[in-house]
C-alpha cells in the first residue's frame, strides 16, 4: 500500500478556488509534519477572491493580508493554475486521477434574492454587480448604474451593505487615491445621488452590520449618517440582547447610532440614511425602479428568538437604484454534492459528504462549506479544522494514478488551456501597479481576462 505524504510519495493536494480558504488551507497543510505538493486552481488569472475583487477600495489595509498568501505561494511546494475553472476546464472527477485529495474553497458566488415583485425591473440591482464593478472583476465590469436620480435604496444591513452605502456616498476626491477601477471612478464623480437609504427588517439591535463599519459611515467628507431617535427607544427583549460579551458588539452599534442622531452636519450634501423594522414587498416602476413598498414590522417573542411580524401598514420611498444586499449563497459544481437549502457542499469538519456518507479524498473550507459569513480571519481558523480531517484521513486515502504537476499541465495544454501560473500572475501585479503608480493609486486592475493573459504571456513585461 502507498504511504501519502512521505518523501518517496508526497501528498498531492488539488485546492480549488485561490481566495483567502484556499490559501489558509495551503498554509495548515504546509505546517504539517508531510511532505506534501499542493496545486491551487482559481478560474480567474487573478488570485485572492474576495480579497481583491470583494474588499472595498477605501480598505486597503485589510488587503494587505495578500502578503501572507503571497509568501504561502513563493513555497516550492506550491503551484498555481489560473484561467483554470475547475467545472468546466478540468472535471472533479478528472483531478482525482492527478490528486490525492482535493479541498473545494470556491466561496459563495450568487446573491440570495428577495423575490418579490419588480425585482427585475431596471435600476434593481445585486450588490454583488455594484461591487465586482467597482472593483474591476472582469465579469461586472461592463454593468451600468444610473446615478442620476437623487435617492438609492439598499435592502440588507450587513457590511456589505454598509460597502455599498459607504461608496455610493465618498466623494470623487475620497475615492481617488485608492484602487477603485477608473472606469467606475469616472461615473461615481458625476453620482447625482444625495440620500442613500439603508432598510433592515428588523431592529438596530439586530443589524448585521459591526461597530468598526457603521462607524465609518460618520466621518466621511460630505456625507452625515441620520438615524431617528425613536428607533434607539428598544424594548425589553432587544435591550436584553445588549448584554454579555457575545453581544458586546450589539451594543458597541447602538452606542454608534445613538452618537450619530446628535451629529452636525458641518454642510455635508449628502444623507445615509438608516430604516429599521422594514421589509420590502413590492419594487414598483413602469419601466424602471420608480419607488420601493415596504412592509413595517414589529418585533415580538423572548430576548434571543424575536420574530419579525408585519403590522399591516405600508409605506412607500421614491427611488431611481434599488440594491439588494441581502447576502450570498454558493452555486453547485457538477458532480459534488450541495445542498440548495444551505447553499454550502454538506461536510462534518471539513470532510464532504454524500447522503450523510464522507467522500473518499474530497474536502471543503471557507464559504462554500460554512456559508457566507465571518471576515477573511475566521477562514483560517476552518481551514485548520478542514486539515486535521485530511490528516486523520491520511492512511485511508487512496493515492491517485498520476500523481504529476506536469501531466497536469499537459492535460490542460491538451485542451488548449494555458494557465497562468504565480509568475505570469506577478507580473499581471506589477503591470496594474505601474498603471496605478500614474494615476496616483495603489493599483489600476485590469479588468479583462483577454488582457491580463496577454500582459501575463508578454515577454517584455
Ligand atoms: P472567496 O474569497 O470568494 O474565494 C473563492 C475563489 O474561488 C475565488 O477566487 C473564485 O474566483 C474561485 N472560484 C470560484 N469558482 C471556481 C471554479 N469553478 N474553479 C476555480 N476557482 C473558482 N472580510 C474582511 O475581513 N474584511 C473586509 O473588508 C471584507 N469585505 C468583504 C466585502 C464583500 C463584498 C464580501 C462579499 C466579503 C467581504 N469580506 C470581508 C469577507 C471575506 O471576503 C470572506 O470571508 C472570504 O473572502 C471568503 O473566502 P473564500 O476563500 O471562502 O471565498
Ligand atoms: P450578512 O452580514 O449576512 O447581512 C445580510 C443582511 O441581509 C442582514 O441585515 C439580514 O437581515 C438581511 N437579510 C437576509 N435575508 C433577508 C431577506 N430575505 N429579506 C430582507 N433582509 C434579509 O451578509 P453580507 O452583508 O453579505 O456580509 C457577508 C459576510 O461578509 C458577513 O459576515 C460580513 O461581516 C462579511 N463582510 C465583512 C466586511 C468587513 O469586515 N468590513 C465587509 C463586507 C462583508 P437578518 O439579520 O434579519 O436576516
Request: charged fraction near 25%; proline fraction near 4%; include cysteine.
Amino acid at each position: 500500500m502507498t504511504i501519502l505524504g512521505t518523501t518517496q510519495r508526497p501528498l498531492r493536494v488539488a485546492i480549488v478556488g485561490a481566495g483567502p480558504a484556499g490559501f489558509y488551507v495551503a498554509e495548515t497543510l504546509f505546517k504539517q509534519d508531510l511532505n506534501v505538493k499542493i496545486d491551487m486552481f482559481e478560474k480567474l488569472p487573478a488570485p485572492f477572491g474576495l480579497v481583491r475583487y470583494g474588499v472595498a477600495p477605501d480598505h486597503e489595509k485589510i488587503k494587505n493580508v495578500i502578503k501572507i498568501y503571497e509568501k504561502i505561494a513563493s513555497d516550492s511546494r506550491f503551484s498555481f493554475f489560473g484561467n483554470v475553472a475547475v467545472g468546466q476546464s478540468i472535471g472533479v472527477v478528472e483531478l482525482k486521477k492527478f490528486y490525492d485529495a482535493t479541498v473545494f474553497c470556491y466561496g459563495t458566488e450568487a446573491d440570495r434574492r428577495l423575490g418579490i415583485k419588480g425585482e427585475g425591473l431596471k435600476g434593481s440591482h445585486l450588490a454583488t454587480e455594484f461591487v465586482g464593478w467597482y472593483n474591476g472583476h472582469p465579469q461586472f465590469r461592463d454593468c451600468c448604474f444610473d446615478f442620476s436620480h437623487e435617492v438609492t435604496v439598499i435592502m440588507g444591513q450587513g457590511n456589505v451593505a454598509m460597502d455599498v452605502a459607504r461608496i455610493l456616498c465618498s466623494t470623487a476626491e475620497e475615492l481617488s487615491k485608492t484602487d477603485i477601477s477608473q472606469h467606475a471612478l469616472d461615473e461615481l464623480a458625476k453620482s447625482r445621488v444625495k440620500e442613500v437609504h439603508v432598510y433592515g427588517r428588523r431592529g438596530p439591535v439586530q443589524a448585521a452590520f459591526t461597530p468598526l463599519e457603521i462607524r465609518e459611515m460618520g466621518g466621511l467628507k460630505d456625507a452625515y449618517p441620520v438615524v431617528d431617535q425613536k428607533d434607539l427607544q428598544l424594548n425589553e427583549a432587544s435591550s436584553a440582547e445588549t448584554h454579555g460579551v457575545v453581544n458586546s458588539f450589539r451594543k458597541k452599534n447602538i452606542e454608534i447610532l445613538q452618537s450619530f442622531t446628535v451629529l452636525k452636519h458641518q454642510n455635508r450634501q449628502r444623507k445615509f440614511v438608516l430604516h429599521f423594522l422594514r421589509t420590502p414587498v413590492e419594487i414598483i416602476g413602469k419601466d424602471r425602479v420608480e419607488k420601493v413598498k415596504f412592509e413595517i414590522n414589529e418585533l415580538t417573542g423572548d430576548a434571543g428568538q424575536q420574530k419579525v411580524k408585519g403590522t399591516g401598514q405600508f409605506e412607500e420611498i421614491e427611488c431611481g437604484l434599488f440594491f439588494t444586499s441581502i447576502g450570498y449563497e454558493g452555486v453547485p459544481m457538477q458532480g459534488v454534492p450541495f445542498s440548495p437549502e444551505k447553499g454550502i457542499i454538506p461536510n462534518r469538519l471539513g470532510r464532504v459528504l454524500d447522503g450523510g456518507t464522507a467522500k473518499d479524498g474530497w474536502y471543503v473550507s471557507g464559504w462554500i462549506g460554512h456559508g457566507a459569513s465571518g471576515v477573511i480571519g475566521t477562514n483560517k481558523i476552518r481551514a485548520e479544522e478542514t486539515v486535521r480531517s485530511l490528516v486523520e484521513d491520511l492512511e485511508d486515502l487512496p493515492a491517485c494514478e498520476t500523481p504529476s504537476t506536469e501531466a497536469v499541465v499537459k492535460f490542460l495544454r491538451e485542451r488548449s488551456i494555458d494557465p497562468i501560473t504565480f509568475i505570469d500572475w506577478k507580473k499581471i501585479d506589477a503591470y496594474e501597479i505601474m498603471l496605478g503608480l500614474k494615476a496616483g493609486k495603489p493599483r489600476e486592475k485590469i479588468t479583462e481576462v483577454s488582457q491580463m493573459l496577454s500582459v501575463a504571456k508578454e515577454p517584455s513585461y
